[in-house]
């Protein structure tokens, strides 16, 4: 089992930054990607970044690309994601995923941690 606990996220005014903390604990080392997901209020959840294992593969959303970053630390323990340039359209909750599969549904789910921007 993986357990995925996310922390960073807050209220920030359009055009600021934060840094989003995911710590994976448990069978990380069967982990094969990591991946930041988030839903707007109302909305679907979407896959913002994704990033494999070693670093080799990223993938970003369109709507974050230019301004979002995905980075891992050398033990995959630990997922960041680097927000800038946020705008009101960035308000969501943001939820950490990982699988041990390249590929699919992600299996391991964080509680999410709310971002707020403001206008």
């Known amino acids: 089992q993986v357990r995925l606990v996310e922390s960073g996220g807050g209220l920030v005014q359009a055009g600021g930054s934060l840094r989003l903390s995911c710590a994976a604990s448990g069978s990380i080392r069967s982990l094969s990607r990591m991946g930041w997901y988030r839903q707007p209020p109302g909305k679907q959840r979407d896959l913002v970044a994704s990033i494999t294992s070693g670093g080799s593969t990223v993938y970003y959303g369109d709507s974050v690309k230019g301004r979002f970053t995905i980075s891992t630390d050398n033990t995959k323990s630990t997922v960041y994601l680097q927000m800038n340039s946020l705008t009101p359209e960035d308000t969501a909750v943001y939820y950490c995923?990982?699988?041990?599969?390249?590929?699919?549904?992600?299996?391991?789910w964080g509680q999410g941690t709310q971002v707020t921007v403001s206008s």
């Open positions: 995923a990982a699988d041990r599969n390249w590929s699919g549904p992600w299996n391991y």
